[in-house]
């Protein structure tokens, strides 16, 4: 569907600033189309770029201005205001449709979208699949849920190919896309305090498979399995041993091999990417770049020095036999779960794991078992840290810390030669921290801190 399309005289409220919005401010500002902007926060982030680059646009803050929602035509809602929220049911009941800044994209975008969700991996994979492109000499642009807004990448008109994340949040909003490649790699709660039920949370992110030319999902996740007709070509990856035309990962002795079929394609130890969630993130990028041409030599290559991603289960420093692993962004049960089983299952010791935060509703009953097989002790912090210890039980020693510098220093007496030290939250960071990376940052200084003072 072409721009063209858009009625001009279409009356259109963005709703939500930030960087998504003022992408979507310059979007229709470019097409000349009418627009207003308005969020809820008196100084939301942007806004004063806002007044200095478009001062002649209508702009309201502090609040929902009803009047403004009900007499749309259209509204762009940012991914962070739920569809839901009362004051926007009931401008869809006037007769507003609700978009979001992909749906836009998708109506202009020329060249082939691969789409990429999941409760976790989705910023690696995407983050992984661009440099394989790259490598081959493909001119891709990579955005949406991470880096760059995807409006923005339709500022480069030469892109061969298009590598988006997509949050659950912008999936909800977006119509038109009908992606090259399209994959759910996991699920698992998230946005509880979002989403009534899995079963919302599992509808939102089905939609990216809607259109799709091909589906790449997870065959140890039903959930992640496409419901489209028979007809729509599909391709799984597995942690275990693969199907004939499947992805999947071979165990010969001490070797792990990622293959397709019986084909061995990379032993695993040639890669820099830590744990064994990261190789099925690789099966994942490998399955999406067959499926747009991207050349397996290419893409093989990158897999042997891509090094990850900050904030996800990054290498911070090894000392005395001990590991310290900054997975910042397990901001949900699922990724810390993947985490703690990744790495537990390729090393010579035990975790230990320091979790804990704002929880966002979520159900922490899935970390007792991995806890109980893979950690030696669990060091808890935040708001939720006596729901986790709650649900874990006292399967492992639980020991509470005040804030982040504690928990490192008794991670590092409980840690033994042989283990891992892992910052894996299983919640988001905003009772205590500006946002994970900053937990993550934190994390790290710390950590070199304490460990040089302990090495003088």
């Not at 749309?72 to 739920?82: C, K, M, N, R, Y």
């Not at 830590?274 to 690789?282: P, R, V």
């Not at 030290?421 to 009772?431: I, N, Y």
């Amino acid at each position: 569907m072409g721009s063209e399309l858009i009625a001009s005289s279409c009356l259109r409220v963005i709703v939500g600033l930030g960087k998504t919005g003022l992408s979507c401010v310059r979007y229709l500002s470019e097409k000349q189309l009418p627009f207003r902007v308005m969020d809820t926060r008196e100084q939301p982030p942007g806004i004063d770029q806002l007044k200095a680059e478009y001062p002649d646009v209508e702009v309201y803050t502090g609040g929902f201005n009803q009047d403004w929602l009900n007499s749309a035509d259209e509204l762009v809602v940012s991914p962070g205001i739920a569809v839901a929220e009362p004051s926007i049911s009931e401008a869809v009941a006037c007769g507003a449709s609700v978009v979001g800044d992909i749906e836009l994209f998708c109506r202009d975008a020329k060249a082939p979208i691969v789409a990429i969700t999941g409760s976790n991996g989705k910023s690696t994979v995407t983050t992984l699949l661009g440099e394989m492109a790259k490598e081959a000499g493909i001119q891709v642009g990579i955005g949406g849920n991470i880096g760059t807004p995807a409006l923005e990448l339709l500022d480069n008109g030469g892109s061969e190919l298009y590598i988006l994340e997509l949050s659950s949040f912008q999936l909800e909003t977006t119509y038109s896309l009908e992606a090259a490649a399209a994959t759910v790699l996991n699920l698992s709660p998230d946005h509880m305090d979002r989403y009534p039920s899995m079963v919302e949370y599992h509808q939102a992110k089905q939609r990216i498979y809607k259109g799709c030319k091909s589906a790449v999902y997870n065959k140890q996740d039903a959930l992640t399995t496409p419901l489209l007709p028979v007809a729509v070509s599909g391709v799984a990856f597995t942690a275990g041993k693969p199907d004939l035309h499947d992805y999947g990962l071979l165990q010969e002795g001490d070797t792990t091999w990622l293959c397709k079929g019986v084909e061995k394609l990379l032993d695993s130890s040639q890669m820099k990417l830590c744990g064994q969630h990261n190789q099925t993130n690789a099966l994942a990028a490998l399955a999406l770049g067959e499926q747009v041409g991207i050349p397996l030599s290419a893409m093989l290559s990158v897999l042997k020095r891509f090094a990850g991603l900050q904030h996800r289960c990054e290498w911070v420093a090894e000392q005395d036999g001990v590991v310290w692993i900054n997975d910042s962004k397990a901001t949900n049960v699922g990724a810390t779960v993947a985490a703690i089983e990744g790495l537990g299952n390729t090393l010579k010791g035990k975790l230990v794991l320091i979790a804990g935060g704002d929880g966002k509703g979520a159900d922490f009953s899935e970390l007792r078992q991995p806890v109980s097989q893979f950690v030696r002790t669990l060091v808890l912090m935040g708001r939720d840290a006596p729901a986790i210890e709650q649900a874990v039980g006292h399967v492992v020693p639980s020991v509470y810390a005040k804030d982040l510098n504690e928990a490192i220093v008794i991670a590092a007496r409980a840690s033994q030669p042989g283990d891992a030290v892992v910052l894996a939250p299983a919640c988001a960071s905003f009772d205590m921290f500006a946002s994970f990376e900053q937990r993550g940052d934190l994390f790290r200084q710390q950590v070199v801190e304490l460990l040089e003072g302990e090495s003088v």
